[in-house]
């Protein structure tokens, strides 16, 4: 393990709601002060406990280095829509986190690009790799045994920007999806509003 700041993707930190709420915290906020907490992204988990500094290992999301109960919150951002065994990972998670403790995963929200915007709706949507985890991820974790305790929905602007480089940033976190065509990409870059505000949803559930 080797100490690392932060793992996620740095347009998460540049999606912002207000001032101060940027959508790294959003996902991240329930649970903020418990005693062990992990945030799971595609071949890494980073681990924090107390005042110790955030420890960076290379992980599959099926196969997580920690201990049967031995974490109080996993937050999961955008992750869910791109997985290839989502029931893996949902399995790692019960198995890790203490009695009680909490997940918070984030999921692009689907969005209407107004009216004249269905076919840009329709590619976006037939590009993710599971488009239950966008649609559906509160019934992908209540499936699993997780009681799901919240499930929230907030648009986010990203700050600094042009509208190519935005999409480009968008796809690589999984706000959009990865492998959006090329045409549905210059689609979204000609709708300003679709590259500047996105929306998320975070759901938070118990184990």
């Known amino acids: 393990m080797h100490p690392d700041g932060d793992v996620l993707p740095p347009v998460l930190h540049r999606l912002r709601a207000g001032a101060e709420l940027t959508a790294a915290a959003w996902c991240r906020t329930p649970g903020a002060t418990g005693r062990v907490r992990a945030t799971v992204v595609a071949g890494r988990v980073v681990v924090e406990a107390g005042s110790a500094g955030p420890l960076c290992v290379a992980a599959s999301p099926g196969a997580l280095p920690l201990r049967a109960r031995s974490v109080d919150r996993v937050a999961v951002p955008m992750l869910l829509p791109h997985l290839r065994d989502i029931d893996g990972l949902f399995a790692e998670l019960r198995r890790v986190l203490a009695p009680h403790g909490l997940i918070s995963v984030l999921v692009p929200a689907p969005r209407s690009f107004g009216w004249r915007g269905g076919a840009l709706r329709t590619a976006v949507r037939d590009a993710w790799r599971h488009r239950s985890a966008v649609e559906h991820p509160e019934w992908l974790a209540a499936a699993a045994d997780f009681a799901v305790l919240a499930d929230d929905r907030l648009d986010f602007t990203l700050d600094g920007s042009a ?45």
């Open 163 to 207: 509208p190519t480089d935005g999409v480009e940033d968008l796809c690589a976190a999984g706000v959009y999806p990865p492998d959006l065509p090329e045409r549905a990409r210059a689609d979204l870059a000609a709708h300003r509003r679709a590259v500047r505000t996105v929306r998320l949803r975070r759901v938070v559930a118990r184990r």
